[in-house]
């Protein structure tokens, strides 16, 4: 008997509904200012006529969950390769549509050998839209992508249900500083002292951290003087519909 089929959570895996709509990408570059290089690239979800993720997202049921969280995979990893993306293509994904982590990373890896892109240079974001009930369920995920040497990532970090309690029960390979947490922190000594406090305890676990949402230089000195080296925001780059934008180097 296949894992699947021994396994009755993933009914929805064989029997959940269709997915009935079409979508495509959006990608955002990931920097890393040690050597003004390019991180990665993040893929966001987009209407096919590169119109917001609110309308696509606001389409996601319970019913066919598990098949946007799947199409989002193989449409990410197709452009990647598509527009020769050379560094990590990070990708968001809904912990509640996966119920077998090894049996549901199948289609990633169908998709990464059918369009011979790299999957070493696959980060999975665990994103923040959904609350997550099971914790041991998302650790045997982030273990099972890990080793298949997956990169893996807390999105939103500091912010909802994404904190330090997760941490306490796995450690991801990278966390993402939520927007809330980096707006004006070079201002706010509240907000430094937290972000502070998160980077003390990445250090120790030897997590890598990207500040995301950056918008101002002031943000962006005030967090390099605390030890970050990877940004993401509009300071660098929007989002480029199908396409991999140029990023703007700060002047040093």
Known sequence: ????????????CRDGKALEFDFS???????DL???????????????????AAAILGRVNEQNRYAFDQACRVKAVELAARLEMPCLLSINFLPNAVYQAATCIRATLAAAQRFNFPTERIIFEITE???????EHLKGIITEYQRQNFKT????????????????????????????????????????????GILGVCRVLNIEVIAEGIETL???????GLGVYLFQGYLF????????????WPAS
């Open 129 to 135: 839209s959904e609350e997550l009930v099971d914790k």
């Open 218 to 224: 002031g943000e962006l000195r005030e967090l390099q």
């Open 34 to 52: 040690r050597d003004n290089s390019l991180y990665a690239y993040e893929a966001l979800v987009r209407g096919t006529d590169g119109s917001g």
């Open 153 to 196: 990532a807390i999105d939103d970090f500091g912010a909802g249900y994404a904190g330090l309690n997760l941490l306490a029960e796995f450690q991801p390979d990278i966390i993402k500083l939520d927007m809330a947490l980096v707006r004006n922190i070079d201002t706010d000594p509240v907000r430094k002292a937290i972000v502070q």
């Open 1 to 12: 008997m296949s894992e699947q089929s021994s396994n009755p959570t993933c009914k929805s």
């Open 25 to 31: 990408m959006a990608f955002q570059p990931i920097v």
């Open 237 to 248: 780059a929007r989002p480029a519909f199908e396409a991999l934008p140029e990023v703007a």
